[in-house]
C-alpha cells in the first residue's frame, strides 16, 4: 500500500500491516476469513496516520505501531457496523461482511473487533492507553445509537447533528492523534495540541463524508452511497436546506430525488464554508507545536480533504 500521505512514514505502515496481519490467528478459525477480508481493503489508513503523524520523529517504536493497529482496529469496528445500519453492500470496492456473510454474523464479528482492541489495550503496561481506545469506542458507539434514534426526526437540530458527528467520527480521529503523541512520549502541550487537531479533523472530515453520499456516485466513491436521505438520516446540507425553506423539501429528496437540484446553492455553499472553518480550525491547533515534524505529516491530512471537497460538485 503506497500513498503520498504516507511519504516518509513508509516504515511505520509497513510494521503497522504486519502487525495487522498477526491478529488474525487471535480469532477463531470461522473468524479469521473475515479479518482477512475487512484488512485486505484498507482504505487510506487515515487514524494510524494521524498516530504516526502525532509521534513523528525517527523509527516507529513498537508502541506507536501497537497504539495505531489497535485504534485501526476500532475503526474497522465501527465500519463493519456502519455497513450493517446502512444496508451497505461495498466499500473500498468490495462486499462488505454484512453482504458476504449476513447482518447477524457482521453485527458478531464487529463486536469481536472492538474486544481485540480492547485485550491488546489492557496489555499495554499502563492503563492509559486502554482508557483512551475504551472512551473513544463508547462515544463511536453511542454516536451511533443517537444518529439512529435521530433518523426521521425532522425537526433534529444542527447542534445535535454536530454533537453527532463528534461522538461518531472525531472521537476517534482525537483518541489516534493522542495516543500517537502520548506512545511516543511527547509533552503534554504536544498532546493536547495533536489532539485538538484531530477533533477538528474529524468534525470536517465527516461533514465531507456527508456531502460524498449526496453528490457523488458508487462508482467514485467505492462504496455503497446514498443511504442517508432514504434511511431517514439528516445531515448538514439538509438541515440547512429545511432550515433555509421548510421541511417539505424532505419528501421527494428521500424518495431518491436529486440532491443537487433540491438542495439550493445557499445551502451548499454554507455546507462547504462549515466544512474550510473545521479544517481551518485543526490547522490553527498545531500551532503550539509549529517547528516538530508533526504538521509536516498532519497537514497534508487538511491539504488532501481541501482537495477532495474542492473535486465535489456542486459549489456555486
Known amino acids: 500500500m503506497s500513498s503520498p500521505l504516507h511519504a516518509g512514514l513508509e516504515a511505520h505502515f509497513a510494521a503497522l500491516e504486519q502487525f495487522l496481519a498477526e491478529q488474525e490467528l487471535a480469532f477463531e478459525p470461522e473468524v479469521r476469513p473475515m479479518v482477512r477480508d475487512v484488512l485486505a481493503h484498507p482504505g487510506k489508513r487515515l487514524r494510524p496516520l494521524l498516530a504516526f503523524g502525532a509521534g513523528a520523529g525517527g523509527p516507529p517504536p513498537p508502541a506507536l505501531v501497537r497504539g495505531a493497529g489497535i485504534i485501526e482496529l476500532v475503526h474497522l469496528a465501527t465500519l463493519v457496523h456502519d455497513d450493517v445500519l446502512d444496508g451497505a453492500d461495498t466499500r473500498h470496492g468490495s462486499a462488505t461482511p454484512n453482504r458476504t456473510h449476513g447482518a447477524h454474523a457482521a453485527v458478531l464479528f464487529g463486536d469481536a473487533l472492538f474486544a481485540h482492541a480492547l485485550v491488546l489495550a489492557a496489555d499495554h503496561p499502563t492503563p492509559e492507553l486502554c482508557r483512551i481506545v475504551a472512551r473513544a469506542s463508547r462515544e463511536v458507539c453511542s454516536g451511533e445509537v443517537c444518529q439512529t434514534f435521530s433518523r426521521g426526526q425532522d425537526d ?3 447542534e445535535d447533528y454536530y454533537r453527532h458527528i463528534r461522538l461518531k467520527t472525531a472521537e476517534l480521529f482525537e483518541g489516534a492523534c493522542r495516543i500517537g503523541a502520548l506512545l511516543a512520549d511527547r509533552p503534554t502541550e504536544h498532546v493536547d495540541a495533536c489532539a485538538l487537531f484531530g477533533r477538528h479533523l ?3 472530515y465527516q461533514i465531507y463524508d456527508d456531502l460524498v453520499d449526496l453528490l457523488q456516485d ?8 446514498g443511504t442517508d436521505a432514504a434511511s431517514g ?3 448538514l446540507p439538509m438541515l440547512l436546506e429545511r432550515d433555509l425553506s421548510g421541511k417539505g423539501f424532505l419528501t ?3 424518495a431518491g430525488g436529486d440532491a443537487r437540484k ?4 445557499a445551502s451548499w455553499r454554507e455546507s462547504f464554508r462549515r466544512l474550510d472553518a473545521e479544517i481551518a480550525a485543526a490547522e490553527q491547533a498545531l500551532a503550539p507545536v509549529a517547528g516538530t515534524p508533526s504538521p509536516f505529516f498532519l497537514l497534508r491530512l487538511t491539504g488532501f480533504l481541501r482537495e477532495a471537497a474542492a473535486r465535489l460538485a456542486p459549489r456555486a
Not at 218 to 225: E, N, R
Not at 262 to 265: G, V
Open 156 to 158: 433534529l437540530s444542527l
Open 233 to 235: 438520516k439528516l445531515t
Open 218 to 225: 458508487d462508482s467514485k466513491a467505492g462504496k455503497t452511497l
Open 202 to 204: 474529524g468534525i470536517a
Open 252 to 254: 421527494p429528496l428521500r
Open 262 to 265: 433540491l438542495i439550493s446553492a
